[in-house]
């Protein structure tokens, strides 16, 4: 009779998607934008520099 394997437990401290912003060299992380006159969607941000103004939106990447 063949047993179940267990479920495999997740380490602490695993690292996280990570990107560097291109200009600034921060950390980016993906985050959902709600955007009324562009797409909307999943982009990556330096959460710390995004403050919702046409010069931060400049800087979103897509995720995909």
Do not use: N
């Not at 495999?8 to 998607?17: D, F, R, Y």
């Not at 912003?21 to 995004?50: H, N």
């Amino acid at each position: 009779m063949a047993t179940k394997r267990p479920a495999k437990i997740s380490k602490k401290g695993t690292k996280k998607a990570q990107k560097l912003c291109p200009i600034t060299g921060k950390a980016m992380i993906p985050v959902r934008v709600w955007r009324q006159d562009a797409p909307s969607g999943m982009y990556w941000v330096v959460l710390e520099d995004f403050d919702g103004s046409p010069k931060a939106l400049e800087r979103i990447i897509p995720t995909h």
